[in-house]
């Protein structure tokens, strides 16, 4: 299938330059022209970004991505910008133009091609489409087809050439798109779709869709590399639809451009159908990095750049005048709170889309009251940012509901807002942009109950075949009634268009239609309810969701009884999550980072809040990078080594290393010391591995001290395995071991 072959080659090296580029990984294979070819005279380089949201000041920005692209044109007439969706929505620049100030300054900055992401759909279909006149750049997408006519809605594919090399590069969108925009969008006026993603349920519409795709530019194009830039993500929840799924079930790709899932992958292989590897990567979001794929000589490499200090000034001018158009807008206070609304649990871990929040409660309650309903749902999805305590400003009303629903009234039955809650709640306790925050109700979920809700091949609501997971559902204090009516509030989103897949309002009567923009609603509620202060009563969760019963949302825990009690233990203190819906993922190694960020989950997360990080290999973005910060300000854990780069030594943590059990073992004893439970005054323990001389000194005293209390025990046949790496199952073992201890007095 290729016309070139790979040698892949992982280096865990960090990549620093004049330009500052910090906290990368690079990937590379070496890769043999075809015949009759030859290697470019100049290395290519594929600049890219993905997830924006919006986020036109983020750690690098528009301008100094400008400038870092002006500085890669020097070294190489072969550069290329491209976007992998969801620019145009995520804050107050986009809520206001919808969309089209982002357009404009990727224009500006000079984007080549571009994917459209299920956001790009926000503003309605008509909307994006104009846009794409607009834009400068190209939008490529093999999968979004045109029912009507047939046809594409764009190009399925753009082939540079570079010298004597070619570059296809193929635009996938995720089929999620249907759900996780308006489902209305992609609807004519009697509901029927006239648009496809080629979405199943197997995912194998996708796969064919794109393996053609791959087939014709290697073949009729004669492309020397293929580039998949896709808006497809790596959560288990878009399944079948992701883009490890779609490298494994075709042939011909040599690098994944990925988004959708906020990820930041700076470089990862993946085999193929064919059992080649091919390099998957994606930046995250907001702007905080830049990805950078380079082909030179052959070799292809990979960097993500987190921070680089130019900027253009014609580009930050130009930005600025944008700014300054809605600017005092947007500075202005439109009211003010007593204390901090949250999308975020205990935790500090956002929450919105498992569990209550008082800003859920909040804007639930500005559904409910301001358009006078019985009830009112708002998707977890749809509050998306925090609002500190003190002046509130539109600008932060914005943030928290920026996609400019509107706000609507309907009749519902009881059994419709059941089906609804059963809807919402079918992968609880993992999140689900779904997940409905309420006012004028109260319900639980019984975890125990596996979700016995079907969907179509869309993600659509078609019906609950089972047991129900929801429980006790109340309207005010008395039990729903399933034969009633109630009036039901919320937005066009879900009540009008089916979105998340909650669609049986969609032919319901229509009380109010359309009435008020999302943060309107929110801003009349503050300011005419509330007398313009939100005050205590918004201080907490005010329980009007439960949660019952203890079984695990997690389905891979066959062959793992003996860890069972404790991943119980782990998950229910928070002190790890799943790898996805349905998840834990127990056979996986425990990396420095994970084991860290545990330590400070059970440290009542003790996070550092530091301005620069210590090392180069740990942004303070990822979600280990505080606690990292914590651990080694303590003393719990030191970096890997020093680099000497530009004549300075430069840390380094390697965090996405396994943690090996006498590492772990030297760890766990420094942090019981810090949290004051370590051992104190005369203690001795044998130890008799029949592996001891293999334990490194350092490790010695932490194994001798694990040893003794029975947090990391050793194997039946009498050895340790020092060097062994801890797996997930092990480590929540020994962190329920470990909390029996620390509840202890201390050790005499």
């Given amino acids: 299938m290729k016309k070139h072959s790979k040698k892949w080659c992982l280096l865990l090296t960090l990549v620093l330059t004049a330009s500052s580029m910090i906290g990368s990984m690079t990937v590379c294979f070496a890769a043999g022209a075809s015949a009759g070819s030859s290697a470019a005279e100049e290395k290519i380089i594929v600049l890219y970004t993905n997830d924006v949201h919006c986020g036109i000041d983020g750690e690098i920005g528009y301008a100094k991505l400008a400038a870092y692209k002006a500085e890669k044109m020097k070294e190489t007439d072969y550069v290329t910008l491209i976007d992998a969706g969801d620019a145009i929505q995520g804050e107050a620049i986009g809520t206001l133009s919808n969309g089209s100030y982002i357009v404009d300054i990727m224009n500006f900055v000079g984007y080549d091609y571009a994917v459209p992401g299920n956001h790009e759909f926000d503003y309605g279909m008509d909307n994006f489409m104009a846009l794409a006149e607009k834009a400068d750049y190209e939008y490529l997408c093999c999968n979004f087809l045109d029912l009507k006519s047939g046809e594409l809605v764009f190009a399925p594919y753009a082939v540079e050439t570079y010298g004597d090399i070619k570059i296809a590069y193929i635009g996938i969108d995720t089929p999620e798109s249907f759900v996780k925009s308006t489902p209305a969008y992609f609807q004519d006026e009697k509901g029927n779709y006239i648009y496809d993603f080629f979405n199943d349920t197997t995912g194998k519409r996708l796969y064919d869709q794109v393996q053609e795709t791959i087939d014709e530019v290697t073949e009729k194009e004669d492309a020397d590399y293929v580039i998949a830039v896709g808006?497809?993500?790596?959560?288990?929840?878009?399944?079948?639809?992701?883009?490890?799924?779609?490298?494994?079930?075709?042939?011909?790709?040599?690098?994944?451009?990925?988004?959708?899932?906020?990820?930041?992958?700076?470089?990862?292989?993946?085999?193929?159908?064919?059992?080649?590897?091919?390099?998957?990567?994606?930046?995250?979001?907001?702007?905080?990095?830049?990805?950078?794929?380079?082909?030179?000589?052959?070799?292809?490499?990979?960097?993500?750049?987190?921070?680089?200090?130019?900027k253009d000034s014609e580009t930050e001018t130009y930005i600025n005048t944008i700014k300054e158009g809605f600017s005092s807008l947007l500075n202005q206070v439109v009211a003010k709170s007593d204390i901090a609304l949250t999308i975020n649990g205990a935790d500090g871990q956002r929450a919105v889309r498992s569990q209550e929040t008082n800003l859920g409660d909040l804007c639930a309650d500005a559904y409910r009251l301001v358009l006078g309903a019985d009830i009112a749902f708002v998707n977890g999805g749809g509050v998306r940012e925090n609002i500190p305590a003190g002046d509130i400003t539109y600008e932060q009303i914005i943030a928290v509901h920026p996609f400019g629903n509107m706000a609507c009234v309907v009749e519902a039955t009881g059994q419709e807002i059941a089906d609804a809650l059963e809807m919402a709640a079918r992968v609880a306790p993992a999140e689900s942009g779904g997940f409905l925050q309420v006012s004028g109700l109260t319900y639980a979920i019984d975890t125990r109950i596996p979700s016995a809700v079907t969907v179509d091949d869309k993600g659509m609501f078609v019906s609950v075949d089972g047991e129900r997971r929801v429980k006790d559902i109340k309207v005010g204090n008395e039990a729903i009634d399933p034969a009633k009516t109630y009036t039901l509030a919320s937005h066009n989103y879900m009540l009008k268009n089916g979105g998340d897949g909650i669609n049986m309002f969609m032919d319901n009567r229509v009380l109010q239609d359309e009435v008020m923009i999302d943060n309107q609603v929110l801003i009349t509620y503050i300011t005419d309810y509330l007398s313009g202060k939100v005050g205590a009563e918004y201080g907490a969760p005010q329980g009007r969701i439960a949660y019952i019963g203890e079984a695990l949302p997690f389905a891979d825990l066959k062959g793992y009884s003996w860890a069972k009690e404790a991943i119980s233990y782990v998950y229910e203190e928070q002190l790890f999550k799943g790898t996805g819906e349905t998840a834990f993922s127990p056979a996986i190694k425990a990396t420095r980072g994970m084991v860290v960020t545990v330590l400070d989950r059970a440290t009542s997360n003790a996070a550092v809040i530091a301005e620069e990080p210590t090392f180069s290999d740990v942004m303070l973005s990822a979600y280990y990078g505080p606690s990292v910060e914590w651990a080694v300000s303590e003393g719990i854990v030191k970096g890997m080594g020093l680099q000497i780069v530009n004549g300075k030594e430069i840390p380094y943590f390697l965090p996405d290393t396994p943690m090996t059990r006498q590492d772990l073992a030297a760890v766990i004893l420094s942090y019981a010391e810090t949290v004051g439970k370590g051992p104190a005054g005369q203690w001795t323990i044998q130890l008799e591995y029949k592996d001891l001389e293999d334990i490194s000194e350092y490790a010695l005293e932490g194994v001798a001290f694990c040893s003794l209390h029975g947090i990391l025990k050793g194997y039946e046949d009498g050895s340790f395995n020092p060097k062994e790496a801890v797996t997930r199952a092990e480590l929540a073992v020994i962190m329920m071991n470990l909390s029996e201890i620390l509840v202890e007095e201390q050790v005499d």
Avoid: C, M, R
């Fill in 231 to 310: 808006h497809l993500g790596t959560d288990e929840q878009s399944s079948p639809w992701t883009s490890k799924e779609v490298i494994a079930n075709t042939e011909g790709l040599d690098a994944f451009i990925d988004a959708h899932s906020h990820s930041t992958i700076a470089g990862e292989t993946v085999k193929d159908k064919g059992g080649d590897d091919v390099f998957l990567t994606s930046t995250g979001t907001k702007f905080s990095a830049v990805g950078e794929l380079t082909i030179d000589k052959g070799v292809i490499t990979a960097s993500l750049i987190t921070d680089y200090e130019k």
